[in-house]
């Protein structure tokens, strides 16, 4: 059974920094596409950034250059360094690894609360 496994959630001050991690039980984790999507309360789930096994990357306009998204495929997981943290980003966070579309996994989603 595939598992997605997020960490690293939690409240922030607006400007500060948090780190996601995405602990995948894949068997071909480095052929995955991996993303990160959000959700704010009454918004539709939206395209946080996505890293392919090629290492190449994507970001939402509202995030780049505070967002980066990483890698490990040796301990098959997952990053997402998020600094200058908004108001706005408040959202639960999920993981997603995705292989041509042919197989789809998501994790159960962190909760990223952004507040002074």
């Known amino acids: 059974q595939v598992q997605l496994v997020e960490s690293g959630g939690g409240l922030v001050q607006p400007g500060g920094s948090l780190r996601l991690s995405c602990a995948a039980s894949l068997n071909m984790f480095a052929s995955y596409t991996m993303g990160w999507y959000r959700q704010a309360p009454g918004k539709q789930r939206e395209l946080v950034a996505t890293?392919?096994?090629?290492?190449?990357?994507i970001y939402t306009d509202s995030v780049k250059g505070r967002f980066t998204i990483s890698r490990d495929n040796a301990k098959k997981t997952m990053y997402l360094q998020m600094n200058s943290l908004k108001p706005e980003d408040t959202a639960v966070y999920y993981c997603n690894a995705n292989w041509g579309g042919i197989a789809v996994y998501w994790g159960q989603g962190t909760q990223v609360t952004v507040s002074s």
């Open positions: 890293i392919t096994a090629t290492v190449n990357t």
